[in-house]
């Protein structure tokens, strides 16, 4: 691996089902962050993770879960899918949150709930 | 509110110089960064400010003015290579970036 990886790469959905989106990092950092990107819209932080153990809401948390039980994994989880979810879905990653970081960002997971 | 603002998208020709401004509004500052984005590719990283002043990075320069909440992305020499989505993004008091909706930028033989 290097860098982070994100599966599924794209994902067609049902509404009202459940859906974990994976995301893996190789560089150690502590912080790791999930966006949503929409047509129009700037990135907007679902969640977010400073360090192992810890996570924090974003600008648009609801409906979305994310743990943090390693410093590589930071799984997205969507509990009940409504069609607003429809994005792409970029993980992101950096060495630190509380200072100037560069975020390293995956390949994205492209999902559609119909 | 938090707000970034920069324009929706942008025509140059290649071999020509491109000015792409963004403007932001957030509580606190703690940086301003551009990133770039190839179309159905993730966002990579370009460029970061935090003081005002002019940063060159190759054919490419940023410039910050804190005290108008404005900076810049210059892209000299244009190749077709650079045709793509330009991120905008303020770094705000929690250390959390705020993204602009991105100018594409098209170039033109």
């Known amino acids: 691996i290097a860098g982070i990886t994100q599966a599924p790469t794209s994902q067609i959905l049902a509404a009202g089902r459940r859906m974990t989106l994976r995301c893996t990092q190789d560089m150690r950092h502590n912080a790791m962050y999930w966006y949503r990107q929409d047509l129009g819209l700037g990135l907007r932080l679902i969640h977010y993770s400073n360090t192992a153990g810890t996570t924090g809401k974003g600008e648009v948390p609801d409906g979305y879960s994310v743990s943090r039980a390693n410093t590589d994994d930071f799984p997205l989880t969507l509990a009940s899918a409504v069609p607003s979810q429809t994005s792409v879905y970029f993980c992101a990653s950096s060495d630190r949150l509380d200072s100037y970081n560069e975020q390293f960002f995956g390949p994205g997971t492209r999902l559609t709930v119909l | 509110g938090q707000n970034i603002d920069q324009p929706t998208e942008m025509t140059a020709t290649e071999g020509a110089i491109v000015q792409i401004n963004c403007t932001y509004q957030?509580?606190?500052?703690?940086?301003l960064f551009w990133y770039q984005q190839h179309a159905g590719e993730a966002p990579t990283f370009l460029s970061y400010n935090v003081l005002d002043g002019l940063e060159e990075k190759g054919r490419f320069s940023s410039f910050l003015s804190r005290s108008k909440g404005y900076s810049y992305l210059l892209l000299k020499e244009l190749q077709m290579k650079d045709s793509a989505s330009y991120l905008c993004a303020a770094m705000d008091s929690n250390y959390q970036l705020i993204w602009g909706a991105g100018t594409k930028l098209i170039i033109k033989p």
């Open positions: 957030t509580s606190g500052f703690n940086g």
